[in-house]
DNA sequence: CGATATGTTCAGGAATTTCTGAAATGACAA
DNA sequence: TTGTCATTTCAGAAATTCCTGAACATATCG
């Protein structure tokens, strides 16, 4: 690995990161070294870069491409295929929300729903119904508000994420506002 | 594991999925059964229900114990300590947010902060510089927004998640609305 | 105190995951 | 077609993680 030491120790911090979920150590070391990459790298380079075998950096691409977290590109005068992250890191962060729901949370959800269908017999059995009720709300809820976020475009959604706490303080505001405005269309500002 | 099918479904989608994450299968065992479960249980239930060894549940516990992601009980006439999750889920989302914050994001971002205190020299390390900025502003923004978000009283984070992008309509309401209301204390309405 | 019940630790075996080299497949140019 | 280069696959070796039983520690009771 000679790579300029930020670069190493970045590309080893996340391959650790890495493994404390799911993803195994080599695939977030690729990552990490196509995202800080100037340039779109082709397999070879990959495994000459981080001492890794040919073989596992081909597999580890296919992780990738799997979570559509990087792209192939092909230069010209060269057979090989390359590969890049995109430019965008909020890109990024919106892919990895996508695969992860779509991984973890909907199969969740779904075998919540299939056994909040069922009726509990036992008091035991009513109790765990509640429980699994109550994880269903909140992880409807939050997953919503993901779907939702991820509609807006990106400065819209950066403006709400440096809004942040305050928006609870605007949520009153707007009500009071809310209830001026569409009280009457909008002539008379204030009445009664 | 002589659970209600239900429940032993549950546990081992739980197992599972912890599995993908960095927490390991036991581990999410042991916490799905005590999620669900109506009182408090004792290791040796657990490990009776699951068909685990005494030892692992007691590595299971700990564990969930350094996550705080239980709670430990004595019940009167039973020498045994019992365990149970808390009976609200909010809080158990904001304990996991706390923690893999803790032991997740706050490294990275030192991480990437140090970095970016140094100097990048070749224009490959420039690029890395880059990327490790906007990377670190994208990090920074959303555990802003987090900690903001982890004041909230449940109630208002719950109306928050349920407004969704709808949010950015009221952005755009209460830009008008503040652009009028703080342009001059009131007499005079606009200006220049 | 000894007896019994409960909880923890840890060495090493079991199970799983990761990684490799070799062979197979594919893609392309001559 | 053949030859060359690039990529993928996969059996098994290597590494890691998980799990257990036995030994140890601690507590409580009689």
Redesign the interface.
């Known amino acids: 690995m000679d790579l300029?030491p930020?670069?190493a120790?970045?590309v080893l911090?996340f391959g650790e990161?890495g493994?404390?979920?799911?993803i195994n150590r080599t695939v977030g070391q690729i990552y990490a070294l196509l995202?800080?990459?100037?340039r779109p790298l082709p397999a070879d380079e990959i495994a000459q870069s981080l001492g890794f075998s040919r073989s596992n950096v081909s597999m580890g691409l296919k992780e990738l491409e799997n979570w559509r977290l990087i792209k192939l590109q092909h230069l010209p005068g060269d057979r090989r295929e390359h590969f890049t992250t995109p430019d965008d890191?909020?890109a990024i962060?919106r892919t990895l929300a996508e695969e992860r729901r779509k991984?973890?949370v909907d199969?969740?959800l779904t075998?919540?729903r299939d056994?909040l269908m069922?009726t509990?017999?036992?008091?035991?059995?009513k109790?765990?119904?509640k429980?699994?009720e109550?994880?269903h709300?909140?992880i409807s809820?939050?997953t919503?508000?993901m779907?939702?976020?991820q509609?807006?475009p990106d400065e819209?959604l950066?403006?709400?994420?440096?809004?942040?706490?305050?928006?609870?303080r605007?949520?009153e505001?707007?009500d009071r506002?809310?209830e001026i405005v569409t009280r009457k269309p909008r002539r008379k500002a204030q009445e009664g």
């Open positions: 300029p930020s670069t120790a970045f911090h990161m493994s404390r979920w799911g995202f800080l990459s100037d890191v909020w962060v991984r973890e199969p969740t075998l919540l056994t069922q509990p017999r036992s008091d035991a059995e109790h765990a119904h429980r699994m109550s994880l709300e909140v809820l939050l919503g508000w779907d939702d976020v509609k807006l819209r950066v403006a709400l994420l440096k809004l942040g706490g305050r928006v609870a605007v949520l505001a707007t506002f809310h």
